[in-house]
């Protein structure tokens, strides 16, 4: 919360952003961009110091690039501010050869001198891993995503070797490193910009005022209110077609749905489910649905005495209908969750025997634990809705009233959004619903983040459950070079979490993009929003 109030002071006390407060005129923004809604505020403009939510998910694609980016269609890493990449026999050095003539966005507050070089790729990853770094600190020094893979232990070194090439040293073999660095999170700042910065005695303007190389940058940031980012003449991609886009993060007057249908705003993330049958009847309105890599789940606090007991959690599993709550949550568009990893994982392992609906089990293995009397327990929800959960509250309901045809009484306690890194110490709850949306293809990015060890150690492991045998299994996943053996392991750890349950799985979700007719050029990923340089009005 803290640095969010530093970030808003920031924006707004500055005339560079000088539009705070003038609020959103549609008419006006539709001639030359698009109104996009449905999301919440940023907490930080740089998605290397979150895990989720507008920054990593839908800005950043916009304002920053990334070495490499994933094929949507088989998840595999590609080329992109690097152009090409060699390894050595041991899996622990790559080189990255850079792209040449790619430029920093020139905003209000910064104008570069050079273009993108390998001290900007150094700078980048440095701030994450290196305790020293002049800027590892900045924004409470906090790298949630990094850290619940374990990322500083796994990068020993990244070190220029010319202007354009690059070396990564690694710790260990890893067989996700070249898909991490991929993601949302791994993007690449200014060197040139910080060191600017530095000598102004203002480092932490580089995550509220970002500079990146994407195809948009920011312009304007009214808290609560609007995010405007403005065309990047100099995309090394090529001009985007249109010179705006505005972001209505306001949660005044009409509901989302209401906006897009009164023309208020143009593009609506991740419409509720309840909200499609109105959505498929408008002609002026388009449909856009894609198999998303997520996972609705409650994350089980296992410091609760009664639920370290391995067979009350397992009760709580067994007490759910996770039928109904797709009927009635998800309206035909999500799919039973029988694991932690979704369908359309390399490594989905379909559990029907320990996730199911069992009642009369539920209640005989409560007994067993010394529970005949039933429970009394709490469950923080977030109302925000996601493509893992697109009404939130009404899955809370419905658990509500599992549990309670159990014996056990579940207290809701809801929240605006969730946020893993600000719960480690909040010992007073006992359930979370939450969910996950992965970065990658691979399982580990499933897996390691929210259930390693190493996780619970930095407080991003929700529910504090620690199994050294499960992340034995992990790390070997990472190292073995026959997919086959990958493979045998990742379905070892999910049979551990499947007896275990410090998670229970609930339910995927597809993701949904609803948007004005006149608008094409939208690209299509399962992970997250793709830049939208190619987007533009055809009437």
Same mark, same amino acid.
């Given at each position: 919360?803290?640095?969010?109030?530093?970030?808003? /002071?920031?924006?707004?006390?500055?005339?560079?952003?000088?539009?705070?407060?003038?609020?959103?005129?549609?008419?006006?923004?539709?001639?030359?961009?698009?109104?996009?809604?449905?999301?919440?505020?940023?907490?930080?403009?740089?998605?290397? /110091?979150?895990?989720?939510?507008?920054?990593?998910?839908?800005?950043?694609?916009?304002?920053?690039?990334?070495?490499?980016?994933?094929?949507?269609?088989?998840?595999?890493?590609?080329?992109?501010?690097?152009?090409?990449?060699?390894?050595?026999?041991?899996?622990?050095?790559?080189?990255?050869?850079?792209?040449?003539?790619?430029?920093?966005?020139?905003?209000?507050?910064?104008?570069?001198?050079?273009?993108?070089?390998?001290?900007?790729?150094?700078?980048?990853?440095?701030?994450?891993?290196?305790? #020293?770094?002049?800027?590892?600190?900045?924004?409470?020094?906090?790298?949630?995503?990094?850290?619940?893979?374990?990322?500083?232990?796994?990068?020993?070194?990244?070190?220029?070797?010319?202007?354009?090439?690059?070396?990564?040293?690694?710790?260990?073999?890893?067989?996700?490193?070249?898909?991490?660095?991929?993601?949302?999170?791994?993007?690449?700042?200014?060197?040139?910009?910080?060191?600017?910065?530095?000598?102004?005695?203002? #480092? &932490?303007?580089?995550?509220?005022?970002?500079?990146?190389?994407?195809?948009?940058?920011?312009?304007?940031?009214?808290?609560?209110? /609007?995010?405007?980012?403005?065309?990047?003449? !100099?995309?090394?991609?090529?001009?985007?077609?249109?010179?705006?886009?505005?972001?209505?993060?306001?949660?005044?007057?009409?509901?989302?749905?209401?906006?897009?249908?009164?023309?208020?705003?143009?593009?609506? !993330?991740?419409?509720?489910?309840?909200?499609?049958?109105?959505?498929?009847?408008?002609?002026?309105?388009?449909?856009?649905?894609?198999?998303?890599?997520?996972?609705?789940?409650?994350?089980?606090?296992?410091?609760?005495?009664?639920?370290?007991?391995?067979?009350?959690?397992?009760?709580?599993?067994?007490?759910?209908?996770?039928?109904?709550?797709?009927? &009635?949550?998800?309206?035909?568009?999500? &799919?039973?969750?029988?694991?932690?990893?979704?369908?359309?994982?390399?490594?989905?392992?379909?559990? &029907?025997?320990?996730?199911?609906?069992?009642?009369?089990?539920?209640?005989?293995?409560?007994?067993?634990?010394?529970?005949?009397?039933?429970?009394?327990?709490?469950?923080?929800?977030?109302?925000?809705?996601?493509?893992?959960?697109?009404?939130?509250?009404?899955?809370?309901?419905?658990?509500?009233?599992?549990?309670?045809?159990?014996?056990? #009484?579940?207290?809701?306690?809801?929240?605006?959004?969730?946020?893993?890194?600000?719960?480690?110490?909040?010992?007073?709850?006992?359930?979370?619903?939450?969910?996950?949306?992965?970065?990658?293809?691979?399982?580990?990015?499933?897996?390691?983040?929210?259930? !390693?060890?190493?996780?619970?150690?930095?407080?991003?492991?929700?529910?504090?459950?620690?199994?050294?045998?499960?992340?034995?299994?992990?790390?070997?996943? /990472?190292?073995?070079?026959?997919?086959?053996?990958?493979?045998?392991?990742?379905?070892?750890?999910?049979?551990?979490?499947?007896?275990?349950?410090?998670?229970?799985?609930?339910?995927?979700?597809?993701?949904?993009?609803?948007?004005?007719?006149?608008? #094409?050029?939208?690209?299509?990923?399962?992970?997250?929003?793709?830049?939208?340089?190619?987007?533009?009005?055809?009437?």
């Amino acid at each position: 919360m803290k640095a969010f109030i530093q970030l808003t /002071l920031s924006l707004c006390s500055l005339t560079l952003l000088s539009a705070c407060g003038d609020g959103i005129d549609h008419n006006k923004i539709r001639k030359t961009g698009f109104v996009y809604c449905g999301q919440g505020g940023p907490d930080s403009f740089n998605p290397q /110091l979150v895990d989720s939510g507008i920054t990593s998910e839908t800005l950043s694609p916009q304002i920053f690039d990334t070495l490499l980016t994933l094929d949507p269609n088989n998840f595999k890493p590609v080329a992109n501010l690097a152009t090409r990449w060699s390894v050595n026999k041991e899996g622990t050095e790559y080189v990255f050869d850079l792209r040449e003539d790619v430029s920093f966005q020139t905003t209000p507050w910064f104008s570069p001198t050079r273009t993108l070089n390998a001290e900007d790729v150094v700078f980048s990853f440095k701030r994450i891993v290196d305790e #020293k770094h002049p800027y590892h600190t900045v924004g409470n020094g906090l790298y949630p995503w990094f850290s619940g893979i374990d990322f500083q232990d796994l990068l020993l070194d990244v070190k220029a070797l010319s202007d354009h090439q690059v070396r990564f040293t690694l710790s260990r073999p890893d067989n996700t490193f070249l898909s991490n660095i991929a993601t949302s999170h791994a993007v690449i700042h200014s060197a040139e910009y910080a060191r600017s910065l530095m000598l102004a005695d203002d #480092k &932490s303007k580089i995550d509220s005022h970002p500079v990146g190389t994407g195809p948009f940058y920011l312009n304007d940031y009214q808290v609560n209110d /609007l995010i405007r980012l403005k065309r990047n003449n !100099s995309y090394w991609q090529g001009q985007p077609k249109m010179s705006q886009i505005v972001f209505d993060i306001s949660h005044r007057g009409t509901g989302t749905l209401a906006k897009l249908l009164r023309n208020e705003c143009d593009v609506l !993330s991740s419409p509720l489910s309840s909200q499609i049958p109105t959505i498929k009847k408008q002609e002026s309105i388009k449909l856009m649905v894609k198999p998303a890599m997520n996972i609705s789940f409650i994350a089980v606090n296992t410091t609760n005495p009664a639920l370290n007991d391995a067979r009350v959690r397992k009760a709580l599993n067994y007490a759910i209908n996770r039928q109904n709550i797709l009927e &009635s949550v998800y309206y035909g568009t999500g &799919s039973q969750a029988y694991s932690v990893l979704p369908p359309n994982s390399w490594a989905y392992l379909k559990d &029907s025997v320990q996730i199911r609906y069992d009642r009369n089990y539920a209640i005989a293995l409560l007994k067993e634990a010394g529970f005949s009397k039933g429970l009394e327990l709490t469950m923080s929800v977030s109302l925000e809705p996601r493509a893992y959960n697109p009404s939130p509250r009404k899955t809370a309901e419905l658990i509500q009233a599992n549990f309670a045809d159990i014996g056990i #009484k579940l207290k809701l306690l809801t929240d605006d959004r969730f946020d893993r890194a600000n719960v480690a110490n909040n010992q007073e709850v006992d359930l979370y619903l939450t969910g996950w949306i992965a970065n990658t293809g691979d399982p580990d990015n499933f897996l390691r983040p929210l259930l !390693s060890c190493d996780s619970k150690k930095v407080g991003l492991n929700v529910s504090s459950w620690c199994n050294a045998d499960f992340d034995f299994l992990l790390d070997l996943a /990472l190292e073995v070079d026959k997919p086959r053996y990958r493979l045998n392991l990742y379905k070892q750890a999910q049979n551990i979490l499947n007896e275990e349950f410090p998670v229970i799985p609930l339910s995927h979700g597809m993701q949904f993009q609803a948007y004005d007719s006149s608008l #094409k050029g939208f690209k299509v990923s399962p992970f997250n929003v793709q830049p939208f340089d190619t987007v533009e009005r055809i009437k």
